[in-house]
């Protein structure tokens, strides 16, 4: 797992990283693309990478792909959560939210378990995702409970991780090993 904030070099050290474990990386893609702004993120990092890796895009359900053997970067958990979030919005999420109450645990046990359908493969998984509550705490209801979610599958992905490494400013840092 390798975490950190916005523009800390996660995916560049991601990248790295699979590449060194394998000449054919997998790189699964789990943006949903929301603007013109953001593809032009999303191109960025296709340009980044070289015909070597295996570009999947899953926005939500990880576990439908057949990566076995292979090594998997997946980039990021903070997306894929969106994605389930807004997916689940039916499930009472946007409304227990938007009453004060708490994350939903539906929402978090669905991407546990998705998380260990995927990862029960046997293969190589490094995990991009963002260290969202190192700031202050949010005016907004809806994006405190968000920061929630993330950090309990955070802490969920770090407890089960080989490695953990936290970028800071473009330098890899390892928290577990």
């Not at 904030?5 to 990248?15: D, H, V």
């Not at 046997?122 to 260290?131: G, L, M, P």
């Not at 994006?143 to 309990?152: A, E, I, M």
């Amino acid at each position: 797992m390798i975490t950190g904030g916005q523009r800390s070099g996660k995916s560049e050290e991601a990248e790295r990283l699979a590449l060194s474990l394998s000449a054919a990386p997998v790189y699964m893609a789990t943006a949903h693309i929301w603007d013109e702004e953001f593809r032009e993120r999303v191109r960025r990092h296709q340009e980044r990478r070289g015909p070597e890796w295996t570009n999947i895009e899953e926005e939500i359900h990880l576990s439908h792909h057949d990566v076995t053997g292979r090594v998997v970067l997946i980039d990021c958990v903070t997306l894929w959560l969106t994605n389930l979030f807004f997916e689940n919005q039916g499930d009472g999420a946007r409304d227990s939210a938007l009453n004060h109450g708490p994350v939903p645990s539906v929402i978090l046990e669905k991407a546990k378990a998705e998380f260990d359908r995927f990862t029960s493969q046997d293969a190589t998984f490094i995990f991009v995702t963002n260290e969202i509550g190192l700031g202050g705490v949010s005016e907004n209801t809806l994006q405190r409970q968000f920061t929630d979610l993330q950090g309990w599958m955070n802490q969920y992905i770090a407890q089960k991780a080989d490695e953990v490494i936290l970028m800071v400013s473009g330098i890899p840092m390892r928290v577990k090993s």
